[in-house]
């Protein structure tokens, strides 16, 4: 069964450090998300992404984060200076058709930790 | 602002009886009510989803109920099994929008 994989599974960087999260959607998905959820908070969505430009993206997406579809496979989320408050699991999904109503798939995520 | 509230925050069940996760939800807009549910190690994966022209959906042994004059839905699941152990995330969307608005989750456990 096709899935959406995330790499790496658990990234450790210092504060003010840019770091790159790596997904590979599944490969005949056109829409991408990134989520992201802090230890014991809720998933809450980042940014979405269609036909190589953002589509949609919160208020906690501001311009220290930005994403790119590199490749014809990988999607990425760079931040570019981490602070503390950015660590949490990230989560990666992908959907065939765009609206929440189209079964977004899942990774299993990456744990970002700030010192 | 917590769009989608959860409850509880973990949860203990006998093999065989009735698990339920409550949320309930502020946005009147909101119009797609999906249940995930997680694994150690992977990432939510959809269980059940549910509009609110129906008060309930069933599959198997889940079954979503949805109170739209209440803005209240909950997940049951019935006979519950040690294989249903995970964490259950409620979310809702709204027509148009690509983003998931998630509950804080459930962690569920279910003893033999």
């Known amino acids: 069964e096709p899935e959406v994989t995330q790499t790496p599974s658990h990234q450790v960087t210092q504060m003010g450090q840019e770091v790159i999260l790596r997904c590979v959607p599944i490969s005949n998905h056109l829409y991408f998300y990134w989520y992201r959820q802090i230890l014991g908070q809720k998933v809450e969505f980042l940014v979405s992404?269609?036909?190589?430009?953002?589509?949609?993206k919160s208020e906690i997406f501001d311009d220290q984060f930005s994403v790119e579809r590199p490749d014809g496979s990988n999607f990425t989320l760079k931040i570019r200076s981490t602070k503390l408050e950015d660590s949490a699991m990230y989560f990666c999904?992908?959907?065939?058709?765009?609206?929440?109503?189209?079964?977004?798939?899942f990774g299993p995520g990456t744990r970002l930790t700030v010192l | 602002q917590q769009q989608v509230k959860q409850s509880p925050q973990s949860l203990i069940v006998q093999k065989g009886g009735i698990s339920i996760i409550n949320c309930a939800y502020e946005n009147t807009a909101f119009d797609y009510f999906p249940w995930y549910q997680q694994f150690p190690g992977k990432g939510p994966a959809l269980l059940i989803a549910?509009?609110?022209?129906?008060s309930e959906k069933k599959e198997g042994r889940f079954t979503i109920s949805f109170n739209k004059s209440a803005k209240q839905f909950s997940l049951h699941i019935m006979d519950s099994q040690p294989g249903d152990s995970a964490t259950y995330f409620c979310?809702?969307?709204?027509?148009?929008?690509?983003?998931?608005?998630f509950g804080t989750g459930t962690r569920l456990t279910v003893i033999p």
């Open positions: 549910i509009r609110p022209d129906v």
């Open positions: 979310a809702a969307s709204k027509t148009g929008a690509n983003n998931l608005f």
């Open positions: 992404f269609y036909n190589n430009e953002i589509s949609e």
């Open positions: 999904a992908s959907s065939q058709l765009a609206g929440s109503y189209n079964e977004q798939f």
